[in-house]
């Protein structure tokens, strides 16, 4: 079974619907993260966090919400979805870093494509 | 909004070429890593560098730390199909007291056999 798990795999929705998209990590990791990939562009990082209490905002975080339901459990919200959200979504998850290291790796879940009509 | 640059885009090369990609930023970074995405599925970790003039080797692959902290190379040698995929560089920007990783934009690996 996956370690990290993401529901739905493919979603089509229309402008202004509310989307709803699921993490589900069995890894026991703290950190949780919500990326979006459009090509040509990599990866851009839109919420974290690193406990159940801990929320943060990542580079592109308007538009989005999040919520840390437990420690395996992080949804992304797309409150009311536009075309441009149009695009691939991964969540990850990861450790602490070791105290001689700065990051400890992100394992990726196989992402959400998520397109808004 | 994107802080590293990664090159080539893409990469169309017969099976058992040699492969070099490259990551530079204009900050310095502590942490350099290449992951690689197949289709349909996300990233997975090839090689994490820690320490400036760091040389990897995983396999075929061999990535280094560049002496500037602002860069990175991968290589990969003796290409072969399975190799197809997108390769990401990321990092940690130095000074940060995160954990967030900066990623590149990928380069594209084609393998024609």
């Known amino acids: 079974d996956a370690d990290v798990t993401q529901t739905p795999r493919n979603r089509i929705t229309k402008t202004g619907k509310r989307i709803m998209l699921e993490c589900s990590q069995t890894?026991?990791?703290?950190?949780m993260y919500w990326y979006r990939q459009d090509p040509g562009l990599g990866l851009q990082l839109i919420y974290y966090?690193?406990?159940?209490?801990?929320?943060n905002k990542g580079e592109i975080s308007d538009g989005y919400s999040v919520s840390r339901q437990a420690q395996a459990k992080f949804s992304l919200s797309l409150e009311s979805a536009i075309p441009n959200q149009t695009a691939l979504y991964f969540c990850?998850?990861?450790?602490?870093?070791?105290?001689?290291?700065?990051?400890?790796?992100?394992?990726f879940g196989p992402g959400t494509r998520l397109t808004v009509l | 909004g994107q802080q590293l640059n990664q090159s080539p885009q893409s990469m169309f090369i017969q099976e058992g070429e040699d492969v070099s990609m490259n990551c530079t930023s204009s900050?310095?970074?502590?942490?350099w890593l290449w992951y690689k995405q197949d289709p349909g599925e996300g990233p997975v970790l090839l090689i994490a560098?820690?320490?400036?003039?760091e040389l990897t080797s995983n396999g075929r692959l061999t990535a280094q730390f560049g002496i500037t902290r602002k860069d990175s190379f991968l290589n990969i040698s003796a290409s072969i199909p399975s190799d197809v995929g997108i390769y990401f560089c990321?990092?940690?920007?130095?000074?940060?007291?995160?954990?967030?990783?900066?990623f590149g934009q990928g380069t594209t690996l084609q393998v024609k056999p």
């Open positions: 990850a998850t990861s450790d602490p870093p070791k105290r001689d290291r700065g990051v400890s790796e992100q394992f």
């Open positions: 890894k026991g990791h703290d950190r």
């Open positions: 966090s690193f406990d159940v209490k801990d929320i």
């Open positions: 900050s310095i970074f502590n942490t």
């Open positions: 560098l820690y320490k400036a003039g």
């Open positions: 990321a990092g940690r920007r130095f000074p940060s007291n995160t954990g967030k990783l900066i």
